[in-house]
């Protein structure tokens, strides 16, 4: 009895122990699959934030190259606009002026860094009209040209000009863009090549007339030169005086005619100015002096082109009527003749300046025309030939105010290729 009682203890120990490990078991079991799971849900969510950094990162990485992407388009048409060799000027849609290149602001005569306020008062009126009849019409015009006139430090300018609407993405007007560019040297090469061919015509017309003019005055002044004036009466004698100073007076215009109206074949040939400028002066100072004047000399002569001979009788005609404005108007002269030699522009300019009354400027544009004249003395023939030897040296001649008060003339001669 006590053996099976001991026997059903030891079997009742046994069954409590293995469900003792029974449940240790499953307890470590469930611990374990707790474990995993929050493994594997810590894993998911660190790779989800590796995800998104990543993202963020590349996102982060696109937006730093548009926006270096957007600055070197925008620097790269800041350069074009800078260097564009042509004018350009931008308004809105109300016309108003807002950019304006360096190209525009050389031409248009303004400062290199000009505000809004400062373009809209440099902008020709011709140039401002153009671009109110785009904003209006809506539409581009065609390449048109409008004049500057000179002002003080600033040359006389023709401009060809063009002028476009700017639109936005929908459509709209929002201003218009002016593209311009400097037309004077091809302006002055046509009026060049006007003149020449009206200089041609014009000696064509008039050099037969002359030599019958001349050979008539020939032959009155023959007779008044045989008629004795101390055989004839005494009130008679000053009207053979007058006629002879008539004749010897239309004898000179004639000649001066005839030279002017033949037509000009000058010798190019490698020429110095320096030497020719250096004789002119020299002989023009001498007449200076006799008023109390002078005549002076300064800057850079170049070879040209050119006839020697032609030359010389151009500057001594610019020069010797710089000297009698001056004395005809009561001023000591003070005559300068300045050479700059422009590399860059292939062309030598040389400057004939007084002090003298100078030339009103409603006459300003008839200098040059044959027989004009403000002078009581002049025949009108001496600027009218300096322009026509000028321009067969294939260069042109302009009249300015000169820094000391009276006149200054301009010329211009091209310089002969360079070498290699």
Do not use: W
Not at 80 to 87: A, E, Q, Y
Not at 180 to 205: I, N, P
Not at 301 to 312: H, L, P, S, Y
Not at 373 to 394: C, F, P
């Amino acid at each position: 009895m006590a053996i099976n009682t001991l026997a059903l203890f030891f079997l009742i120990a046994v069954v409590f122990i293995l469900f003792g490990l029974t449940i240790f078991v499953l307890m470590r079991l469930v611990s374990t699959s707790r474990r995993l799971a929050a493994a594997e849900e810590g894993g998911a969510n660190t790779f989800m934030a590796v995800a998104m950094q990543e993202a963020v990162a590349r996102m982060r990485t696109h937006e730093r190259e548009l926006a270096a992407r957007a600055e070197a388009s925008e620097l790269l048409s800041d350069q074009i606009i800078d260097n564009l060799p042509s004018g350009l000027l931008v308004t809105d849609a109300a016309g108003a002026p807002q950019r304006i290149n360096p190209a525009g602001a050389r031409l248009l005569a303004l400062p290199a860094a000009t505000p809004a306020a400062v373009i809209a008062a440099g902008v020709p009126d011709a140039m401002r009209s153009l671009v109110e009849e785009c904003l209006t019409t809506r539409t581009g015009s065609s390449r048109r040209t409008i004049t500057m006139e000179a002002s003080p430090g600033v040359p006389r300018r023709h401009l060809g000009a063009g002028v476009s609407p700017l639109r936005n993405t929908s459509g709209e007007v929002t201003g218009a863009i002016c593209l311009f560019t400097d037309l004077t040297s091809v302006v002055d090469l046509e009026d060049q090549l006007r003149l020449k061919d009206s200089l041609a015509r014009l000696g064509e017309l008039t050099a037969g007339l002359a030599h019958e003019f001349r050979n008539g005055l020939a032959t009155i002044h023959g007779y008044a030169r045989l008629m004795n004036a101390e055989k004839l009466p005494a009130d008679h004698r000053a009207y053979v005086e007058s006629l002879r100073a008539e004749t010897d007076s239309l004898t000179e215009i004639v000649a001066n005619f005839l030279a002017f109206a033949k037509p000009t074949h000058p010798v190019h040939e490698p020429t110095a100015l320096a030497p020719i400028v250096s004789r002119v002066v020299d002989d023009a100072a001498n007449e200076a002096r006799r008023s109390g004047g002078s005549v002076e000399m300064a800057g850079e002569f170049a070879e040209i082109e050119g006839d020697d001979v032609m030359m010389r009788q151009a500057l001594s005609n610019l020069l010797r009527n710089a000297v009698e404005a001056c004395v005809e108007a009561g001023t000591a002269p003070l005559v300068r003749v300045h050479g700059v030699v422009d590399t860059d522009a292939g062309v030598q300019r040389i400057t004939v300046s007084d002090n003298g009354p100078g030339v009103p400027p409603d006459v300003a544009d008839k200098v040059f025309r044959p027989f004009f004249t403000t002078r009581g003395r002049g025949t009108g023939l001496g600027l009218a030939l300096v322009q026509k030897i000028i321009v067969s040296h294939n260069g042109r001649v302009t009249l300015g105010a000169s820094p000391h008060g009276g006149a200054e003339f301009t010329i211009v001669l091209p310089l002969p290729p360079r070498r290699n």
